[in-house]
Protein backbone atom coordinates (compact mmCIF):
# COMPACT_ATOMS: atom_id res chain seq x y z
CA UNK A 1 0.00 0.00 0.00
CA UNK A 2 1.39 3.04 -0.83
CA UNK A 3 1.87 6.54 1.74
CA UNK A 4 -1.23 8.14 -1.04
CA UNK A 5 -3.42 5.04 -0.75
CA UNK A 6 -3.04 5.24 3.10
CA UNK A 7 -3.78 8.65 2.92
CA UNK A 8 -6.70 8.39 0.87
CA UNK A 9 -8.30 5.30 3.81
CA UNK A 10 -7.79 7.63 6.67
CA UNK A 11 -9.56 10.36 4.86
CA UNK A 12 -12.66 8.50 4.04
CA UNK A 13 -15.39 7.87 7.04
CA UNK A 14 -17.32 4.80 7.33
CA UNK A 15 -21.41 5.38 8.50
CA UNK A 16 -22.73 2.50 10.61
CA UNK A 17 -25.36 0.48 9.00
CA UNK A 18 -28.72 -0.08 11.10
CA UNK A 19 -30.09 -3.31 9.72
CA UNK A 20 -33.28 -2.45 11.85
CA UNK A 21 -33.76 0.57 9.68
CA UNK A 22 -32.80 -0.45 6.11
CA UNK A 23 -34.16 2.89 4.57
CA UNK A 24 -33.15 6.19 5.17
CA UNK A 25 -35.07 9.53 3.43
CA UNK A 26 -33.15 11.16 0.74
CA UNK A 27 -31.49 14.53 0.83
CA UNK A 28 -33.81 15.71 -1.59
CA UNK A 29 -36.95 14.06 0.19
CA UNK A 30 -36.21 15.49 3.17
CA UNK A 31 -36.03 18.41 2.35
CA UNK A 32 -39.32 18.23 0.47
CA UNK A 33 -41.19 17.36 3.96
CA UNK A 34 -39.33 19.89 5.65
CA UNK A 35 -40.82 22.30 3.44
CA UNK A 36 -44.49 21.02 3.60
CA UNK A 37 -44.01 20.75 7.86
CA UNK A 38 -43.08 24.14 8.01
CA UNK A 39 -45.71 25.46 6.04
CA UNK A 40 -48.18 23.07 8.02
CA UNK A 41 -46.16 24.70 11.50
CA UNK A 42 -47.01 28.30 10.27
CA UNK A 43 -50.75 27.05 9.42
CA UNK A 44 -50.78 25.51 13.34
CA UNK A 45 -49.97 28.08 14.86
CA UNK A 46 -52.27 30.28 13.56
CA UNK A 47 -55.20 28.01 13.93
CA UNK A 48 -54.33 27.53 17.28
CA UNK A 49 -54.50 31.36 17.84
CA UNK A 50 -57.75 31.82 16.60
CA UNK A 51 -59.16 28.34 18.19
CA UNK A 52 -58.06 28.73 21.87
CA UNK A 53 -57.51 32.61 21.29
CA UNK A 54 -54.31 32.82 22.74
CA UNK A 55 -51.20 33.89 20.59
CA UNK A 56 -49.70 30.40 19.42
CA UNK A 57 -47.13 29.34 17.05
CA UNK A 58 -45.47 26.02 16.17
CA UNK A 59 -41.88 25.74 14.65
CA UNK A 60 -40.67 22.09 13.06
CA UNK A 61 -38.04 20.68 14.41
CA UNK A 62 -36.89 17.18 12.46
CA UNK A 63 -38.27 15.17 10.12
CA UNK A 64 -37.06 11.25 10.54
CA UNK A 65 -38.25 8.03 9.58
CA UNK A 66 -37.98 5.46 12.29
CA UNK A 67 -40.36 2.05 12.57
CA UNK A 68 -43.76 2.54 14.43
CA UNK A 69 -41.79 0.46 17.46
CA UNK A 70 -39.06 3.08 17.76
CA UNK A 71 -41.79 6.38 17.15
CA UNK A 72 -44.22 4.64 20.26
CA UNK A 73 -41.17 3.83 22.30
CA UNK A 74 -39.65 7.57 22.75
CA UNK A 75 -42.69 8.86 23.24
CA UNK A 76 -44.08 9.51 27.24
CA UNK A 77 -46.20 6.25 28.57
CA UNK A 78 -49.53 8.71 28.90
CA UNK A 79 -50.16 11.07 26.91
CA UNK A 80 -52.58 11.78 24.06
CA UNK A 81 -52.56 10.26 21.07
CA UNK A 82 -55.31 11.09 17.82
CA UNK A 83 -55.03 8.54 15.89
CA UNK A 84 -56.63 9.35 12.48
CA UNK A 85 -57.09 7.20 9.27
CA UNK A 86 -55.50 7.69 5.67
CA UNK A 87 -58.14 6.63 3.10
CA UNK A 88 -57.95 2.76 3.03
CA UNK A 89 -54.79 2.14 4.50
CA UNK A 90 -54.65 0.02 7.66
CA UNK A 91 -51.97 2.01 9.33
CA UNK A 92 -52.97 5.42 10.59
CA UNK A 93 -51.33 8.71 11.30
CA UNK A 94 -50.65 9.87 14.99
CA UNK A 95 -51.09 13.02 15.98
CA UNK A 96 -49.29 13.12 19.62
CA UNK A 97 -49.75 15.83 22.50
CA UNK A 98 -49.65 15.59 26.13
CA UNK A 99 -53.27 15.61 27.72
CA UNK A 100 -52.56 17.93 30.38
CA UNK A 101 -51.44 20.91 27.65
CA UNK A 102 -54.93 19.88 25.72
CA UNK A 103 -56.65 20.28 28.74
CA UNK A 104 -54.88 23.95 29.20
CA UNK A 105 -56.41 24.65 25.55
CA UNK A 106 -59.55 23.36 26.17
CA UNK A 107 -59.16 25.97 29.76
CA UNK A 108 -58.68 29.01 27.70
CA UNK A 109 -61.57 28.05 24.89
CA UNK A 110 -64.32 28.20 28.06
CA UNK A 111 -63.25 31.73 28.94
CA UNK A 112 -60.27 30.29 31.68
CA UNK A 113 -57.43 32.24 32.81
CA UNK A 114 -53.78 31.47 32.28
CA UNK A 115 -51.57 30.30 35.25
CA UNK A 116 -53.39 26.93 36.11
CA UNK A 117 -51.97 23.67 35.42
CA UNK A 118 -53.60 20.38 34.89
CA UNK A 119 -52.47 16.50 35.20
CA UNK A 120 -52.04 13.79 32.51
CA UNK A 121 -55.64 12.37 32.42
CA UNK A 122 -58.26 11.23 29.97
CA UNK A 123 -60.20 13.57 28.53
CA UNK A 124 -64.28 13.85 29.48
CA UNK A 125 -66.91 13.71 26.79
CA UNK A 126 -67.23 17.71 26.55
CA UNK A 127 -63.48 17.93 26.41
CA UNK A 128 -62.35 15.17 23.88
CA UNK A 129 -65.69 16.95 21.92
CA UNK A 130 -63.48 20.60 21.78
CA UNK A 131 -60.05 18.85 21.05
CA UNK A 132 -61.32 16.81 18.50
CA UNK A 133 -62.38 20.42 16.59
CA UNK A 134 -59.22 21.66 17.30
CA UNK A 135 -57.60 18.42 15.18
CA UNK A 136 -60.50 18.79 12.59
CA UNK A 137 -58.99 21.95 11.62
CA UNK A 138 -55.18 20.86 12.06
CA UNK A 139 -55.84 18.05 9.70
CA UNK A 140 -57.07 20.34 7.29
CA UNK A 141 -53.84 22.30 7.37
CA UNK A 142 -51.85 19.12 7.20
CA UNK A 143 -53.66 17.95 4.52
CA UNK A 144 -53.04 21.50 2.44
CA UNK A 145 -49.36 21.72 3.88
CA UNK A 146 -48.67 18.37 2.18
CA UNK A 147 -50.24 19.03 -0.90
CA UNK A 148 -49.65 16.12 -4.11
CA UNK A 149 -47.99 14.21 -1.24
CA UNK A 150 -50.95 12.80 0.33
CA UNK A 151 -54.18 12.70 -1.85
CA UNK A 152 -55.87 10.08 0.55
CA UNK A 153 -58.40 11.86 2.72
CA UNK A 154 -57.73 12.11 6.57
CA UNK A 155 -59.33 12.52 9.31
CA UNK A 156 -59.21 11.83 13.70
CA UNK A 157 -60.63 8.15 14.46
CA UNK A 158 -59.98 8.27 18.14
CA UNK A 159 -57.91 9.03 21.16
CA UNK A 160 -55.60 7.21 22.88
CA UNK A 161 -53.69 7.91 26.25
CA UNK A 162 -51.12 4.79 26.87
CA UNK A 163 -48.58 4.86 23.67
CA UNK A 164 -47.78 1.61 24.35
CA UNK A 165 -51.31 0.28 24.00
CA UNK A 166 -51.59 2.27 20.93
CA UNK A 167 -51.98 0.33 18.12
CA UNK A 168 -51.65 2.69 15.08
CA UNK A 169 -49.86 0.72 13.34
CA UNK A 170 -47.71 -2.80 13.13
CA UNK A 171 -44.26 -2.74 14.99
CA UNK A 172 -42.22 -2.95 11.16
CA UNK A 173 -44.11 -0.32 10.03
CA UNK A 174 -42.18 2.47 8.96
CA UNK A 175 -43.57 6.08 9.61
CA UNK A 176 -42.59 9.79 8.73
CA UNK A 177 -42.16 11.76 11.96
CA UNK A 178 -41.95 15.21 12.42
CA UNK A 179 -41.44 17.15 15.68
CA UNK A 180 -42.65 20.09 16.77
CA UNK A 181 -42.08 22.51 19.21
CA UNK A 182 -46.06 23.88 19.71
CA UNK A 183 -46.13 27.20 22.18
CA UNK A 184 -49.15 27.87 23.81
CA UNK A 185 -49.30 31.30 25.53
CA UNK A 186 -46.22 31.08 27.62
CA UNK A 187 -46.21 27.54 27.81
CA UNK A 188 -44.40 25.44 25.48
CA UNK A 189 -44.69 21.49 24.54
CA UNK A 190 -43.24 18.62 22.54
CA UNK A 191 -45.95 17.40 19.74
CA UNK A 192 -45.30 14.98 17.04
CA UNK A 193 -46.96 14.33 14.11
CA UNK A 194 -46.42 10.38 12.63
CA UNK A 195 -47.33 9.56 9.24
CA UNK A 196 -47.40 6.02 6.99
CA UNK A 197 -44.30 6.06 5.25
CA UNK A 198 -46.04 4.22 2.51
CA UNK A 199 -48.86 6.85 1.97
CA UNK A 200 -46.11 9.32 1.21
CA UNK A 201 -43.04 7.95 -0.25
CA UNK A 202 -44.42 7.10 -3.56
CA UNK A 203 -45.24 10.62 -4.60
CA UNK A 204 -41.76 11.60 -3.16
CA UNK A 205 -39.94 10.61 -5.74
CA UNK A 206 -36.81 7.76 -6.68
CA UNK A 207 -34.71 8.29 -4.07
CA UNK A 208 -35.35 4.82 -1.96
CA UNK A 209 -34.65 2.00 -3.85
CA UNK A 210 -33.82 3.18 -7.34
CA UNK A 211 -30.53 2.39 -8.09
CA UNK A 212 -29.64 -0.40 -10.83
CA UNK A 213 -28.52 -3.59 -9.08
CA UNK A 214 -27.04 -4.56 -12.21
CA UNK A 215 -23.61 -3.18 -11.28
CA UNK A 216 -24.05 -4.61 -7.34
CA UNK A 217 -21.09 -6.96 -7.05
CA UNK A 218 -19.09 -4.01 -8.80
CA UNK A 219 -19.89 -1.50 -6.15
CA UNK A 220 -19.88 -3.79 -3.06
CA UNK A 221 -15.73 -4.82 -4.26
CA UNK A 222 -15.01 -1.37 -4.94
CA UNK A 223 -16.69 -0.36 -1.38
CA UNK A 224 -15.00 -2.94 0.36
CA UNK A 225 -11.52 -1.97 -1.13
CA UNK A 226 -11.51 1.18 0.69
CA UNK A 227 -12.74 -0.06 4.28
CA UNK A 228 -9.93 0.54 6.60
CA UNK A 229 -8.65 -2.53 8.59
CA UNK A 230 -6.29 -3.43 11.45
CA UNK A 231 -2.72 -5.41 10.54
CA UNK A 232 -1.02 -7.13 13.15
CA UNK A 233 2.13 -8.77 13.12
CA UNK A 234 2.04 -11.90 15.36
CA UNK A 235 4.40 -15.20 16.02
CA UNK A 236 3.11 -18.56 15.70
CA UNK A 237 0.96 -19.54 18.68
CA UNK A 238 1.64 -21.58 21.56
CA UNK A 239 -1.00 -23.80 22.55
CA UNK A 240 -0.86 -24.29 26.33
CA UNK A 241 -2.97 -25.45 29.60
CA UNK A 242 -5.10 -23.39 31.08
CA UNK A 243 -3.86 -24.39 34.44
CA UNK A 244 -0.56 -22.84 33.13
CA UNK A 245 -2.07 -19.17 32.31
CA UNK A 246 -3.79 -19.40 35.99
CA UNK A 247 -0.19 -19.65 37.19
CA UNK A 248 1.10 -17.08 35.18
CA UNK A 249 3.33 -14.63 37.44
CA UNK A 250 6.18 -11.96 36.57
CA UNK A 251 9.21 -13.28 35.08
CA UNK A 252 7.75 -16.51 33.88
CA UNK A 253 9.16 -17.68 30.34
CA UNK A 254 6.54 -19.36 27.89
CA UNK A 255 8.37 -20.71 24.71
CA UNK A 256 7.34 -19.91 21.46
CA UNK A 257 7.21 -22.31 18.52
CA UNK A 258 8.51 -19.24 16.63
CA UNK A 259 12.37 -20.20 15.18
CA UNK A 260 14.21 -16.67 15.56
CA UNK A 261 15.20 -16.74 11.51
CA UNK A 262 11.44 -17.19 10.35
CA UNK A 263 9.74 -13.59 9.30
CA UNK A 264 6.41 -12.80 12.06
CA UNK A 265 3.04 -13.99 10.61
CA UNK A 266 0.87 -10.59 8.86
CA UNK A 267 -2.93 -11.28 9.67
CA UNK A 268 -6.10 -8.98 9.29
CA UNK A 269 -8.77 -9.98 12.03
CA UNK A 270 -6.58 -13.59 12.74
CA UNK A 271 -6.14 -14.45 9.08
CA UNK A 272 -2.60 -14.90 8.30
CA UNK A 273 -2.35 -13.38 4.82
CA UNK A 274 1.91 -13.02 4.55
CA UNK A 275 5.30 -13.64 6.25
CA UNK A 276 6.97 -10.19 6.85
CA UNK A 277 9.58 -9.05 9.00
CA UNK A 278 10.22 -5.73 10.73
CA UNK A 279 11.89 -2.81 9.62
CA UNK A 280 12.07 0.80 9.76
CA UNK A 281 10.36 3.96 7.68
CA UNK A 282 12.46 6.99 8.81
CA UNK A 283 11.91 7.48 12.33
CA UNK A 284 8.44 4.41 12.25
CA UNK A 285 8.35 1.20 12.49
CA UNK A 286 7.10 -0.89 9.50
CA UNK A 287 7.37 -3.88 8.15
CA UNK A 288 8.68 -5.69 4.82
CA UNK A 289 6.42 -8.43 3.38
CA UNK A 290 8.86 -10.92 2.27
CA UNK A 291 5.92 -13.93 0.98
CA UNK A 292 2.27 -14.48 0.61
CA UNK A 293 0.08 -17.18 1.45
CA UNK A 294 -2.41 -18.48 -0.89
CA UNK A 295 -5.96 -18.25 0.22
CA UNK A 296 -8.89 -20.23 -1.31
CA UNK A 297 -11.16 -17.84 -3.27
Given at each position: ??????????????????????????????????????????????????????????????????????????????????????????????????????????????????????????????????????????????QYALGALLVA?????????????????????????????????????????????????????????????????????????????????????????????????????????????????????????????????????????????????
Amino acid sequence: MTPQDLRTTRERTAEPYDFRRPTSLAREQSRMLELAFETFARAWGTQMTARVRVLSHATCHRVVMQSYDEYSASLPSTTAMVLCTIGDTDAKAVVQFPASDALGWVHHMLGGHAGESFPERTFTPIELALVRRIMDDSLEDLQYALGALLVAPIAVDGVQYNSQFAQAAPTTELMIIAEFALTVGERETRATVALPAASLLPRLGSGLGAASTANARSLVEAQVQTVPVEVSLRLAEAPIRPGVVLGLAVGDVIPLPHPEHRPLQLSVNGEVLADAAVGTSGSRRALVVVSMKESPR
